[in-house]
């Protein structure tokens, strides 16, 4: 059972193919995944933990407002999204999202987690890594759901 999901979005919504503008599309294929991890988990809440999540605290959206963004894009995220990580103080760090990301879970008393991010952050069981080429498929998701009915 997984009562949070921390989520990145580039490199796991996505496999970092950029439009020319520079802006990376979210990925259907990687949105059908998540849905199913989603599933799979249905009262798991969603935390973004991406770059993102500066949409929300630079105030250009609400969280409710980034959920349907979300939303627009296929994910079954409605009522979902609990939170975001706070803002870095050293962005780009190696580090940096790893503790923004166990802060979180120690100041909401957190115990039933896990991370998908593009980025090798820990070798926390609970964090899993998801190949920026490709973003989130469904053999990851199969991985990822039998790694965590062994914890």
């Not at 989520?7 to 520079?22: A, C, E, P």
């Not at 993102?52 to 995220?77: A, C, H, N, P, V």
């Not at 964090?127 to 759901?145: E, R, S």
Request: glycine share 4%; with cysteine; proline share 2%.
């Amino acid at each position: 059972m997984v009562d949070y999901i921390f989520i990145d979005i580039d490199g796991v919504l996505n496999n970092h193919n950029s439009f020319d503008n520079g802006y990376c599309p979210i990925n259907y294929s990687c949105v059908k995944a998540f849905n199913y991890l989603l599933n799979e988990w249905s009262e798991a809440k969603v935390i973004i933990s991406s770059s993102w999540r500066y949409l929300i605290l630079s105030k250009q959206m609400t969280i409710t407002g980034f959920e349907s963004m979300l939303l627009t894009y296929g994910l079954d995220i409605h009522g979902r999204v609990a939170g975001h990580t706070r803002a870095s103080k050293r962005h780009l760090e190696d580090d940096s999202r790893y503790k923004e990301i166990k802060d979180w879970v120690e100041e909401n008393n957190c115990q039933n987690w896990i991370v998908l991010d593009d980025l090798f952050l820990s070798n926390d069981r609970r964090f899993f890594k998801i190949n920026p080429k490709t973003g989130l498929d469904l053999p990851k998701v199969n991985q990822i759901i039998q790694a965590v009915k062994s914890f």
